[in-house]
């Protein structure tokens, strides 16, 4: 049925192609094995070891997003977009703010 | 700031006829979803919190570095994250109209989220045997609680999958059932993202 | 065997020997025997289903949060007495002290989650759609499922009075107070199931309406186009949104530490009490902003229409309530300064809380603004508004008082706090929500409400507010802390302590007037002609009937400016042409459908197996839910459409009343 639909807006729906996966599927392989290998093998400091892996699963989050979730594809105004971002806003006070809260009542 | 609504807002008051209403229809789903899938990362990231607030509360019991069989777990990440790749390529198929391909797919996506769940499951099932329980300690009723939810939710999808499979079998390849693959597909790309976190703060840090 | 099972039913199920539960016990099995018989006396149980029960319509949705949320502020309110008796004198022995802690819980939960959000959600479902010219909500099917939810999670927490035991442990329920350790009976399961089942409605509420404002508005109506109130219910959904999971897991978290012996939040094992306490107000404090957004989106739309202006600042407005919206997220911490967290913590929490109080003097002086120099009509809702911005004017600055963290040590769980959120929530949220029920009642069903007694009414409760609590501001300063059932006499707060319960009764009083004038206006109903009930409304809702068919709008509006209808009643008084009808179409609307009230009472049955440990119970409950879900997936014959001569008889029939 939606075959033979020919309005405009039905040619930017969130299709992407077989060479954004593949892209997107082994950009996430790496992104997964880089950090499996520096941790399994103590390639580095506590400190930067922490930094270094959650760098890699934030990129890996957005090659997601772009590849897998076609982010930007959609009709816009991106209200998707716009949702995501302030619930990122919300994840990060969420979860600093209760770290920073209770590093002062810390048990155990 | 100033967006129109018209003509995509809602049930058409403009000259389209019938069949662009459906198309508005499954698109403000698409939408919701997308609303949903937020209100779900909030979810993830207090129980991402409550984890990161009670990492240390072994309460002198069982520590992750005794406990975690990383083997297993790299397994698991790379099971999902290749049934996240598969549930794209069945999402691919279906905007080619191959309804085969799409049904195909679709098994191979769940087949992958069933092991994934069946080595969770033995994963779970041994640490109870060596004694660590979700009532060992506030780490341990933590992790339980965090990555059995990030579990539950891909069970979740495997049954709905399932009932999605037989509804395109049915009803092959239309607007409605379009809509529905679309949803799962996110929901489906969102559990990877999920656990990749998991894999990253729970797993990595815990045996550092 | 039968003597188990009785044994069972008398100690352990019912709650028995107390007089007062004993006297609810028989009133409320006498009242459901009565609309039983009633129901098959008048042969109305096919209509109850076909009409309400499975309905999607969101005007009958919205219809049916209100006449709930009513039943629960009555409910709300006798708690509210019977706490301002005990407290009357000193150690009375009125209310036992564990009973005091039941009916100070039970009040807290009922009045902020099961009378404010359905009053509130009731006014987002009649007026939303109608305000942006929709012809439903963008998930018809979805909205009756929030709502069922709420009724049965309403309905999970209310039976714990007499069946099983109410919750005592605060309406926070913080722990170690709340784990099994300090609460073993079934209240505190009755109040997490009781808000978890509800919680999943809101939730699922708030995303509709944020996907309804922003994707069903009329052709031609922009964002900065809308109504204020649909602006302050975009808002506040949004906060819902991002608020709700929060204490979804909260909830969920501490019923894993109760069911299967977690440590989260216990004092062994590892647990951490006061990570509750951070989780529940970064929920519970975007909460209270959640449930007073609405109210100024109410007030906007009353003030300019009874001042017969355009909104003053509107821009100012927009951007007032969005940045409250996003800065409720960023004051948790003011709720516990006295944990000791810190310098630094209590300093930030200090100033984002002080920071929140700007946009909100913005909308005072906005509202100010309106009404000068305007011709104001003082009709009920306008004048529960002028009652309105006064008061929460004094309840703002005292929270601003709170906000400043050294001296919060002072009054923290003081009297003073109790007199603070009562003045921003009863002056604020409930005389907004009754200007809201006024304003739009003729649209709901018709007629007004009579004038006469809704003024007897406006004035009880406004001198029942203050008498009630402005004496417990000084008693907070004099030392008088929350949640104690008795003092003593050399405490010296007797006096003020009388006054404040006098208050109280006022208010009871001022209540029973209400229900008075209600149902005056019914026996002597006098039909609204017009759909602009009040001559001046300047907005959608008011170009169509009262009450509007089925499908709302005949024809979509198209919108080309702010106050629409105001601006096209401006144009024909000026000799304008009417805009020529366009040829009447189709009207693709939801079927109804009984899925939501099934799956709701699936739910039920869940979350009561939960509560009693009954796995026989909660298995079959949940299995329930899945196969509602499942059978909602399969279903593909979800809407039709309403044929060209249907809505022609329709509306040929309303021509009367147009």
């Known amino acids: 049925m939606a075959n033979h639909n020919s309005h405009a807006h039905d040619e930017h729906e969130s299709h992407g192609s077989l060479k954004s996966y593949v892209i997107g599927f082994v950009l996430s392989i790496v992104l997964t094995i880089l950090p499996i290998v520096v941790v399994m093998n103590d390639m580095m400091d506590k400190t930067p070891t922490i930094i270094f892996i959650l760098i890699m699963a934030v990129l890996q989050f957005v090659i997601q997003l772009f590849f897998f979730m076609h982010l930007r594809e959609d009709k816009k105004p991106r209200y998707n977009v716009m949702a995501l971002i302030f619930g990122l806003v919300i994840l990060v006070t969420i979860i600093a703010g209760s770290i920073w809260i209770m590093t002062y009542n810390a048990v155990g | 700031m100033a967006h129109t609504a018209a003509p995509h807002g809602g049930h058409g008051p403009n000259d389209h006829g019938h069949h662009d209403d459906h198309h508005d229809h499954e698109s403000i789903k698409v939408l919701g979803f997308w609303m949903f899938l937020i209100t779900d990362v909030i979810l993830f990231g207090t129980l991402f919190a409550t984890f990161s607030v009670l990492h240390n509360s072994t309460n002198g019991g069982p520590t992750p570095h005794e406990m975690f069989e990383m083997p297993g777990v790299i397994a698991e990440t790379f099971i999902l994250l290749t049934s996240s790749f598969t549930s794209g390529l069945a999402v691919l198929f279906m905007h080619k109209g191959n309804k085969k391909g799409l049904i195909g797919w679709l098994i191979v996506t769940a087949l992958l989220g069933a092991s994934f769940i069946f080595l969770e499951v033995s994963e779970f099932l041994k640490m109870v045997d060596e004694g660590v329980k979700i009532s060992t300690s506030g780490y341990w009723s933590s992790f339980f609680t965090l990555v059995g939810t990030h579990g539950l939710h891909v069970s979740v999808g495997l049954v709905w999958m399932i009932a999605l499979m037989i509804q395109i079998g049915k009803r092959g390849i239309n607007p409605v059932t379009k809509r529905k693959v679309t949803i799962i597909s996110l929901y489906w790309h969102f559990l990877d993202v999920v656990w990749i976190f998991v894999l990253t703060v729970v797993y990595l840090m815990g045996v550092m | ?658």
């Open chain 3, 1 to 658: 065997m039968f003597k188990d099972f009785m044994d069972f039913m008398l100690n352990d199920f019912f709650i028995t020997g107390d007089p007062l539960i004993l006297g609810a016990q028989v009133s409320i099995g006498l009242s459901m025997v009565a609309i039983v018989i009633a129901l098959t006396y008048f042969k109305k149980w096919r209509w109850l289903w076909t009409e309400w029960l499975t309905t999607v319509d969101h005007k009958k949705i919205g219809i049916m949060y209100v006449i709930a949320a009513l039943l629960m502020l009555f409910r709300g309110g006798v708690d509210a007495l019977l706490i301002r008796t005990q407290l009357a004198l000193p150690n009375l022995e009125f209310l036992h002290a564990g009973h005091y802690n039941a009916i100070f819980t039970t009040h807290g939960v009922i009045m902020i989650l099961f009378m404010a959000m359905p009053l509130m959600f009731g006014l987002f479902n009649i007026v939303v759609p109608l305000q942006i010219g929709a012809r439903d909500v963008a998930y018809p099917y979805l909205n009756s499922l929030s709502f069922w939810l709420f009724f049965f999670g309403a309905m999970l927490f209310n039976v714990s009075f007499v069946i099983g035991g109410s919750p005592d442990a605060g309406w926070l329920a913080y722990p170690p107070l709340s784990e099994l350790s300090g609460s073993p009976g079934l209240g505190q399961d009755f109040y997490i199931w009781g808000i978890q089942i509800s919680g999943i409605g809101s939730l699922a509420s708030g995303i509709n309406f944020v996907v309804t404002i922003l994707k069903m508005r009329a052709p031609g109506m922009k964002l900065m186009q809308m109504p204020m109130f649909t602006w302050s219910v975009l808002s506040s959904s949004i906060t819902i949104m991002f608020a709700f999971p929060i204490l979804t897991v909260t909830l969920f978290l501490l019923f894993i530490d109760r069911y299967l012996g977690a440590h989260f939040f216990t004092l062994d094992g590892g647990g951490n009490p006061m990570m509750y306490i951070n989780l529940i107000w970064m929920w519970g404090h975007p909460e209270v902003y959640i449930v007073i957004l609405p109210a100024f989106g109410v007030f906007s739309d009353v003030v300019s229409t009874f001042s017969k202006k355009k909104l003053f600042g509107y821009k100012s407005m927009v951007f007032a309530l969005m940045s409250i919206s996003f800065f409720s997220f960023f004051t948790w911490a003011h709720h516990f300064f006295t944990m000791g967290s810190g310098a630094d913590v209590n300093a930030f929490f200090a100033i984002t809380t002080m920071l929140i109080a700007i946009p909100t003097g913005v909308k005072v002086f906005n509202w100010l603004f309106t009404m000068f120099r305007g011709r104001i009509t003082f009709t009920q809702p306008m004048l529960w508004t002028l009652a309105f911005i006064p008061c929460f004017v004094v309840g703002g600055m005292t929270g601003v008082m709170l906000s400043v963290a050294p001296a919060d040590f002072q009054f923290h769980n003081s009297y003073f706090l109790i007199a603070h959120f009562h003045q921003v929530l009863i002056g604020g949220v409930v005389f907004g929500y009754f200007a809201g029920l006024y304003y739009w009642w003729p649209k709901m069903f018709g007629f007004k409400l009579h004038d006469g007694l809704g003024k007897w009414a406006f004035w009880l409760w406004n001198i029942g507010f203050y008498v009630c609590f402005m004496p417990q501001y000084a008693l907070g300063l004099m030392g008088m802390t929350r949640r104690f059932n008795e003092y003593n006499f050399d405490m010296g707060w007797q006096p003020l302590n009388v006054v404040s319960t006098i208050g109280a009764f006022i208010m009871g009083l001022a209540f029973i007037f209400q229900v008075w004038q209600i149902a005056h206006s019914i026996k002597f109903l006098k039909k609204e002609k017009s759909g602009d009930a009040w001559g001046d409304g300047r907005t959608l809702e008011w170009s169509i009937p009262s009450p509007a068919p089925m499908y709302n709008f005949a024809r979509l509006p198209e919108v080309s400016s702010s106050d629409a209808w105001w601006e096209e009643k401006q144009r024909l008084a000026n000799g304008g042409e009417p805009k020529p009808l366009a040829p009447l179409e189709p009207i693709h609307m939801p079927r109804n459908s009984g899925i939501p009230f099934i799956m709701s009472v699936f739910f039920f049955i869940a979350g009561f197996g939960f509560v009693w440990h009954w796995t026989w119970m909660l298995v079959p409950g949940l299995i329930g839910v899945g196969c509602c879900l499942l059978a909602r997936s399969f279903d593909y014959d979800t809407d039709y459409y309403i044929p060209v001569d249907e809505i022609e008889r329709t509306e040929a029939a309303l021509k009367g009343v147009r």
